[in-house]
């Protein structure tokens, strides 16, 4: 893009550019130029200072403002004046260039030519970064992602147990674990073959997924067979309902389960919640849930214990 209010300036330049099959855009008044650029976004401005409505710099810094984090235009100023503080100021107000007025052709397409190369690694460059951040976040994805299920793995899982357990000891609120545990899985496994199995724990993990619908909560595989939920600001009484829930609605699917004295698969659930305080500890409550879960199997399977924080140890 020209921006020049010399019709004389504006017929050399654009008689230079055309020579390089380039077809400039042509603005006479910063104003113009400013809405040209958010419409058209050019590679290149030439932009002469002294206009006849704002000046050159304040239309380079309002050019700069409008740019997108990504988005780099380059631009050479056009200026009769040659003193060190207008080249600075320039610079500043985010210039890339100075081209002396009279312009010649030699000197204006070489530059244009250098400007255009510098375009154009720097878009390679956005392009390189993009590719790089898209990697990093699937990266991300896949160090904090189960590959069988697709909900949070264990280390996700102590991340986001840590986090919660600090906002709810600071909120004073109460935060509550559930362990799920398919009952008799390896008879599951020996019956119907790992594929099959693979495809109950994938139903399984759905379902406790679900219930996870909260910022705060967190669904996650927590080993084998084994599940876990975060219920943060929930207390035991409506964290035991959750459990619940999800037990009647993976039992309700009636996965086939000879080996189950329900003939269908079903889990036990281990709940404890507790408000976290100084003197306490999400590795106790997790400690807690299992001791909750390992009571529920004891008395039969298929079904939901509570346990208070620290019970049972």
Known sequence: MVVEDSKVAIKAITDYLED???????????????????????????????????DGFDVAKEIRRLQGKNDWTAIIFLSVMSK???????????????????????????????????VRMQRALVGLAERLNEANQELQRLSTTDGLTGIANRRLFDESLDRE???????????????????LFKKYNDKYGHQTGDECLRLVAKEVSRTA???GDMAARYGGEEF?????????????????????????????????????VTISCGVVSVVPGEELSAEKLVKSADIALYIAKEHGRNRVECLGYGEGD
């Open 20 to 54: 390089m099959d380039v077809l400039p855009l042509v603005a006479e008044t910063g104003s113009a130029a400013i809405e040209m650029y958010r419409n058209e976004r050019p590679d290149i401005i030439l932009l002469d200072i002294i206009l006849p409505d704002i």
């Open 84 to 118: 060190d503080e207008d080249l600075a100021q320039g610079i500043e107000v985010g210039g890339d260039d100075y081209l002396m007025k009279p312009v010649g052709r030699v000197v204006l397409q070489a530059k244009v030519n250098a400007m255009h190369r510098l």
């Open 165 to 183: 357990w600090r906002r709810c000891r600071r909120l004073k609120k109460p935060l509550s674990v559930i362990l799920f545990d398919v009952d």
């Open 213 to 215: 619908s909260r910022p």
């Open 228 to 264: 876990v939920l975060i219920l943060a600001e929930t207390d035991q009484e409506g964290a035991r309902w959750v459990a619940d829930r999800i037990r009647q609605n993976l039992s309700a699917l009636k996965i086939p389960h000879d080996g189950s004295d329900y003939k269908h």
